[in-house]
T-cell receptor, first 113, second 114 residues
Framework: GQQLNQSPQSMFIQEGEDVSMNCTSS?????WLWYKQDPGEGPVLLIA???AGELTSNGRLTAQFGITRKDSFLNISASIPSDVGIYFC?????????????WGLGTSLAVNP | KAGVTQTPRYLIKTRGQQVTLSCSPI?????VSWYQQTPGQGLQFLFE???????NKGNFPGRFSGRQFSNSRSEMNVSTLELGDSALYLC?????????????FGEGSRLTVL
């Protein structure tokens, strides 16, 4: 079945550093999405990508839909303490008449002020 | 605009009991999905409902069931609880049918099974 490999599993960085995380798969996806989950909350959508090669920014966040449609990355520039949380990638693909969503296992980010 | 509301937020049950969790989606959203989240396992898809019909189902045993009402509110039920059912259960609402991916999550219901 479809699987997403999200890395790294966790990161511990200093405030002000840039962060990069990615998701890869052996399968093709139509949409890539990045979510962030704060402690005690549900995930919140950060960026959605719909076309291969698409590069989208949301403030200090930048995400790209890989050309092969099998991967995506998320960059966070100049990290701040409120960036702490778990970041999830998700890929959407067509399965017959259905659209399905597959989730990575998350990247846990800790920021040292 | 009110967000996704899940009740209860926290609950404790014992093995063998059953539990019902409730989710009210964002007004106007007709799609409701349920996920189980446990440490190390990420978000595991349970099922999706749209217009009162189950559209997608994950790989969970029949003890896990759900339904959606005409006002788009949804409930999920877990019968004969097991220790491994302890998890955060997240509900997500969306405008469109079929897991477009743009989901709005509630804060979750944290279930502890003793």
């Amino acid at each position: 079945g479809q699987q997403l490999n999200q890395s790294p599993q966790s990161m511990f960085i200093q405030e002000g550093e840039d962060v990069s995380m990615n998701c890869t798969s052996s399968s093709i996806f139509n949409t890539w999405l990045w979510y962030k989950q704060d402690p005690g909350e549900g995930p919140v959508l950060l960026i959605a990508l719909y076309k291969a090669g698409e590069l989208t920014s949301n403030g200090r966040l930048t995400a790209q839909f890989g050309i092969t449609r099998k991967d995506s990355f998320l960059n966070i520039s100049a990290s701040i303490p409120s960036d702490v949380g778990i970041y999830f990638c998700a890929g959407q693909y067509n399965a017959g008449n259905n659209r399905k969503l597959i989730w990575g296992l998350g990247t846990s980010l800790a920021v040292n002020p | 605009k009110a967000g996704v509301t899940q009740t209860p937020r926290y609950l404790i049950k014992t093995r063998g009991q059953q539990v019902t969790l409730s989710c009210s989606p964002i007004s106007g959203h007709r799609s409701v999905s349920w996920y189980q989240q446990t440490p190390g396992q990420g978000l595991q898809f349970l099922f999706e409902y749209f217009s009162e019909t189950q559209r997608n189902k994950g790989n969970f045993p029949g003890r896990f069931s759900g339904r959606q009402f005409s006002n788009s509110r949804s409930e999920m039920n877990v019968s004969t609880l097991e220790l491994g059912d302890s998890a955060l259960y997240l509900c997500a609402s969306g405008l469109a049918e079929g897991s477009t991916g743009e989901l709005f999550f509630g804060e979750g219901s944290r279930l502890t099974v003793l």
